[in-house]
């Protein structure tokens, strides 16, 4: 005959702590996804400004050994790689037109190469986290001394 093993009172079956770890998970885990999205979210953001950063200074260079802003534009827009929409919103100062944008009358002074991002699509650079919306919209810069 089998021995029959005496359930533990009521009181000890509650004391248990068998699902704290359950609920502690449940409680924890959207704030580590946040943590998460959010990291990957602003690694994104910030691989679009230094892209766009990276084109700047391409144009920068471009004007400071003597292209003319129309070229520095179409230099920016080709060298950003998709991230700037136009080339017309590349500001380029001194804004010379056709003619070079350093030339040996201005050997010293500064060539600086500009884009807003709020011209991009959408009002600036998005940075995706679940229920958090976050919009970056700096002005990003280079400067160049003019070498020509």
Do not use: W
Request: include cysteine; charge should be positive.
């Amino acid at each position: 005959m089998r021995q029959r093993i005496p359930k533990p009172p009521v009181r000890k079956r509650f004391r248990t702590e068998g699902g704290a770890s359950a609920v502690e998970f449940v409680l924890v885990l959207p704030v580590l996804a946040i943590f998460i999205f959010g990291i990957i979210g602003f690694g994104i953001a910030f691989m679009q400004m230094q892209t766009i950063r990276g084109a700047l200074r391409e144009g920068g260079r471009a004007a400071a050994t003597g292209a003319s802003a129309a070229e520095v534009r179409s230099h920016a827009y080709a060298s950003a790689l998709g991230a700037i929409d136009s080339a017309g919103n590349v500001v380029v100062s001194p804004n010379t037109g056709n003619s070079p944008v350093c030339n040996a009358q201005s050997i010293g002074a500064d060539a600086t190469v500009s884009y807003n991002t709020s011209n991009l699509p959408g009002g600036g650079i998005r940075v995706t986290i679940p229920f958090i919306p976050i919009l970056l919209k700096p002005t990003l810069k280079a400067n160049f001394r003019c070498e020509v």
